[in-house]
Protein backbone atom coordinates (compact mmCIF):
# COMPACT_ATOMS: atom_id res chain seq x y z
CA UNK A 1 0.00 0.00 0.00
CA UNK A 2 1.27 3.47 -1.23
CA UNK A 3 1.53 5.78 1.51
CA UNK A 4 -0.84 9.38 1.17
CA UNK A 5 2.50 11.70 2.85
CA UNK A 6 5.92 10.80 3.82
CA UNK A 7 7.41 12.56 6.70
CA UNK A 8 11.57 12.76 7.09
CA UNK A 9 12.03 13.35 11.29
CA UNK A 10 15.17 12.79 12.20
CA UNK A 11 16.00 9.77 11.18
CA UNK A 12 13.10 8.12 10.87
CA UNK A 13 10.18 8.15 8.17
CA UNK A 14 6.18 8.38 8.76
CA UNK A 15 4.06 7.03 6.54
CA UNK A 16 0.65 8.61 6.46
CA UNK A 17 -2.25 7.07 5.12
CA UNK A 18 -5.86 7.86 5.02
CA UNK A 19 -8.78 5.96 3.90
CA UNK A 20 -12.62 6.43 3.72
CA UNK A 21 -15.23 4.11 5.54
CA UNK A 22 -19.13 3.61 6.75
CA UNK A 23 -18.15 6.21 9.69
CA UNK A 24 -16.30 9.18 8.28
CA UNK A 25 -12.44 8.06 7.99
CA UNK A 26 -9.35 6.59 9.33
CA UNK A 27 -5.85 8.28 9.66
CA UNK A 28 -2.78 5.71 9.89
CA UNK A 29 0.73 6.78 10.44
CA UNK A 30 3.67 4.88 11.03
CA UNK A 31 6.90 5.06 11.97
CA UNK A 32 9.83 3.66 10.57
CA UNK A 33 13.65 3.60 11.07
CA UNK A 34 15.00 1.59 7.99
CA UNK A 35 13.02 -1.35 7.22
CA UNK A 36 11.78 -1.75 10.99
CA UNK A 37 8.80 -0.88 12.02
CA UNK A 38 8.90 1.58 15.29
CA UNK A 39 4.99 2.40 16.31
CA UNK A 40 1.54 2.32 14.11
CA UNK A 41 -1.48 4.23 15.31
CA UNK A 42 -4.83 4.35 14.11
CA UNK A 43 -7.42 7.12 14.17
CA UNK A 44 -11.08 7.10 13.26
CA UNK A 45 -12.57 10.60 12.85
CA UNK A 46 -16.00 11.20 11.95
CA UNK A 47 -15.97 14.63 10.63
CA UNK A 48 -13.51 16.92 9.89
CA UNK A 49 -10.57 17.88 12.50
CA UNK A 50 -8.83 21.14 13.26
CA UNK A 51 -5.15 20.50 12.45
CA UNK A 52 -2.71 22.59 11.01
CA UNK A 53 -2.03 19.99 8.44
CA UNK A 54 -3.39 16.95 7.23
CA UNK A 55 -1.84 14.07 9.76
CA UNK A 56 -1.36 16.23 12.38
CA UNK A 57 -2.94 14.58 15.14
CA UNK A 58 -2.39 10.90 14.46
CA UNK A 59 1.78 12.23 13.51
CA UNK A 60 1.24 13.36 17.20
CA UNK A 61 0.19 10.31 18.50
CA UNK A 62 2.54 7.78 16.63
CA UNK A 63 5.35 10.01 17.61
CA UNK A 64 4.10 9.59 21.53
CA UNK A 65 4.20 5.95 21.28
CA UNK A 66 7.49 5.81 19.34
CA UNK A 67 8.54 7.45 22.59
CA UNK A 68 9.34 10.88 21.61
CA UNK A 69 9.25 13.51 24.40
CA UNK A 70 6.41 16.17 24.68
CA UNK A 71 8.86 18.99 23.85
CA UNK A 72 10.05 17.28 20.58
CA UNK A 73 7.07 15.96 19.70
CA UNK A 74 6.06 19.89 19.52
CA UNK A 75 9.27 20.79 17.59
CA UNK A 76 8.72 18.17 15.04
CA UNK A 77 4.93 19.55 14.60
CA UNK A 78 5.66 22.96 14.03
CA UNK A 79 8.73 21.99 11.48
CA UNK A 80 5.97 20.10 9.32
CA UNK A 81 3.00 22.76 9.89
CA UNK A 82 5.72 25.45 8.33
CA UNK A 83 6.88 22.85 5.72
CA UNK A 84 3.12 22.78 4.37
CA UNK A 85 2.43 26.17 4.67
CA UNK A 86 4.88 26.76 2.55
CA UNK A 87 3.77 23.58 0.19
CA UNK A 88 -0.05 25.61 -0.18
CA UNK A 89 1.67 28.98 -0.31
CA UNK A 90 3.44 27.85 -3.51
CA UNK A 91 0.10 26.36 -4.41
CA UNK A 92 -1.62 29.14 -4.24
CA UNK A 93 1.07 31.47 -6.58
CA UNK A 94 1.07 28.88 -9.34
CA UNK A 95 -2.85 28.74 -9.36
CA UNK A 96 -2.57 32.44 -9.29
CA UNK A 97 -0.19 32.24 -12.38
CA UNK A 98 -2.40 29.77 -14.22
CA UNK A 99 -5.47 32.32 -13.29
CA UNK A 100 -3.91 35.31 -14.52
CA UNK A 101 -3.38 33.99 -17.85
CA UNK A 102 -7.11 34.92 -18.38
CA UNK A 103 -6.12 38.61 -19.16
CA UNK A 104 -4.15 37.11 -22.18
CA UNK A 105 -6.18 34.01 -23.47
CA UNK A 106 -9.42 35.83 -23.18
CA UNK A 107 -10.34 38.08 -25.90
CA UNK A 108 -13.76 39.94 -23.78
CA UNK A 109 -13.73 40.45 -20.32
CA UNK A 110 -16.50 37.85 -19.50
CA UNK A 111 -13.97 35.00 -21.54
CA UNK A 112 -11.32 36.58 -18.99
CA UNK A 113 -13.38 36.37 -15.91
CA UNK A 114 -14.37 32.61 -17.10
CA UNK A 115 -11.03 31.89 -17.37
CA UNK A 116 -10.00 32.78 -14.13
CA UNK A 117 -12.95 31.59 -12.03
CA UNK A 118 -12.57 27.67 -13.90
CA UNK A 119 -8.95 28.14 -13.00
CA UNK A 120 -9.38 28.97 -9.81
CA UNK A 121 -11.82 26.59 -9.00
CA UNK A 122 -9.62 23.77 -10.61
CA UNK A 123 -6.43 24.54 -8.18
CA UNK A 124 -8.67 25.34 -5.14
CA UNK A 125 -11.95 23.64 -5.34
CA UNK A 126 -10.65 21.03 -3.24
CA UNK A 127 -9.31 23.02 -0.67
CA UNK A 128 -12.31 24.88 0.35
CA UNK A 129 -12.97 27.44 -2.40
CA UNK A 130 -16.43 28.29 -2.79
CA UNK A 131 -18.01 30.92 -5.29
CA UNK A 132 -20.69 33.23 -3.99
CA UNK A 133 -24.20 31.59 -4.23
CA UNK A 134 -25.30 34.91 -6.68
CA UNK A 135 -21.90 35.03 -8.88
CA UNK A 136 -23.51 34.34 -11.92
CA UNK A 137 -26.23 37.16 -11.48
CA UNK A 138 -22.98 39.20 -10.62
CA UNK A 139 -21.62 41.50 -13.46
CA UNK A 140 -18.75 41.37 -15.40
CA UNK A 141 -16.79 44.52 -13.49
CA UNK A 142 -17.65 43.10 -9.81
CA UNK A 143 -16.52 39.49 -11.09
CA UNK A 144 -13.36 41.12 -12.68
CA UNK A 145 -12.75 43.14 -9.87
CA UNK A 146 -13.22 40.10 -6.85
CA UNK A 147 -11.21 37.71 -8.88
CA UNK A 148 -8.29 40.13 -9.83
CA UNK A 149 -8.28 40.77 -5.80
CA UNK A 150 -8.09 36.68 -5.03
CA UNK A 151 -5.71 36.35 -7.02
CA UNK A 152 -3.44 39.13 -6.24
CA UNK A 153 -3.75 37.94 -2.43
CA UNK A 154 -2.47 34.40 -4.05
CA UNK A 155 0.34 36.08 -5.86
CA UNK A 156 1.37 37.75 -2.64
CA UNK A 157 0.84 35.25 0.06
CA UNK A 158 3.62 32.80 -2.18
CA UNK A 159 5.93 36.05 -2.38
CA UNK A 160 6.32 36.07 1.14
CA UNK A 161 8.11 32.92 1.29
Not at 4 to 22: L, M, Q
Not at 47 to 60: A, K, L, Q
Request: hydrophobic letters at 35%; glycine letters at 6%; a neutral charge.
Amino acid sequence: MTADKICKVDEYEIHCFARRNKHGFTHRAIVWLGEEKIAEVKCQYYNRTWERFEFESVISNVLRKAGKTHEHIKEILDNLANENHKEINRTFGSVALVAKMGEVFGQTTKEKNDWKARMLKAGLGNMGLTMPEDWENLDEETKQARLDAVINHLGKTNESN
